[in-house]
């Protein structure tokens, strides 16, 4: 482009004085004068600055802000290019969400292209009529650069190319995220004109827009493009037919990342939580242990909600999933607390109902295979042989006699010791052996441990391995 004025000279900053007063005396003189801008050449002055946009009412020396014309001429450049617009002073190429690509044929617009030396031409979209067609599933305003020119063929066939920024309203069953497959539908109708008005056909096989559309998609997003099917029906209402052509989207959501950051630190702090009831359940670092498991895996939930679906007919199953494992986490913890206030408490705790009896020590125990074991009375035997004084045959009685008499006291003393002993023993005995009822209670709190690991490690190998068949499913579909 051609400027249209010299470029503008700046005046030196000690001189703008001088000089603003010596315009002002030329002004008064009438030797120059300043010339007032139309609205149209005000606009071609405009300048943008920090605090908005000005333009001049009147002419300056030097003036060169074209910015609004030359955006117009590079606008009107750009016309009828796919995929090209301008902002502010760039140029951008980009691909559009969807091309509504319409064709029909104005049936008194044709020509001769060897008379007139050409077989297509571009005119202003709003000089030709064209139908109204519009997309059903639209739930927000078409924001894609606009377009404003069509071509023409000399056969009298328009073809308006209209990219359309779509953001559409889709059904989702969310019910296998992240292992979904969802199927959308674009409808295409006219909104004013039925059957006998206008009448709509498919301009490409869907073969074709399929494998157009995987190729404008090749950026890896969220979503991946399986298919694409299409059909074409009749919207009948009391006072005529449309017709309405529908293409049906299947499309695959990419699973690796909800994988990576969703389910695999989940099953790590749940499997955590499993190898824990290893520890003693009469130990406080147990309990301790389970707690900051649960604090842990509360804050993860938290962390990784925005990446749960928050749309949807149905609760995904992956919800389902972290609600059973927090649910089984503070129920391991709420056992492993009730089983240790059973261990450390059982002396004091009343006799075993018998329905619990039954439950537990009958029905669960042979589940869990944990048999309570037979009682082995131990005996605990204090032998004392007492000293045995011989005497010879014909030994003098009065010799003998201070010898039987110590050995009789000796053996007094031995006999009154060992009594205290044995009294001794029954105390300390009756004091650590438990009783009946106690030992009931604590095998009681070990069948039950059992029983929650048990189910524990069921859960989660059935979890682990309904993920891996989804998913195995999910890649083969």
Known sequence: MEPIAQPLRRIPFHLR???????EELLRMDIIEKME????????TTFAVHSGTYRYKRLLFGVSSVREQYQHEVATALAGIEGVANISDDIIVHAPDLYAVQTWRIEFLSWDPVECGTT??????????R???????????????????????????????????????????TYTFPFDVQRCTYSFNSYMFNADSVRLYFGKPVEEVLKRSKELMETLGEWE????TSSKGDLIFEFGAWDKLTYHITLRRRATLYVVNLIIPSCLLITLDLFSFILPPQSVDRSAFKMTLILGYTVFLLLMNELLPVTGNTIPLLNVFFSICLALMVASLLETIVITNMLHNSRDLPPVPRWLRVLVLEVMARLVCLYRKKKDDGVIIFQNQASVVETKAGADAVDQSPAKDTASETVVELRELRRHVQAIHRHVSKGSQPDHKTEEWIHIGHVVDRFLFISYAIFITVS??????????WDNV
């Open 464 to 473: 682990f391995i309904t993920i891996i068949v989804i998913w195995i499913h």
């Open 131 to 173: 139908p109204d067609v519009v997309i059903n599933e639209f739930v927000d305003e078409n924001k894609a650069p606009a377009t404003y020119y069509v071509r023409v063929n000399y056969t009298g066939y328009v073809t308006d190319e209209l990219p359309v920024g779509v953001k559409s309203s889709c059904n989702l069953n």
């Open 17 to 23: 004085e001088a000089v603003d007063k010596k315009i």
């Open 120 to 129: 297509v031409i571009t005119v202003p979209r709003t000089t030709l009529w």
């Open 225 to 228: 493009l399986l298919n694409i």
């Open 37 to 44: 801008l139309t609205e149209q050449s005000r606009a071609i």
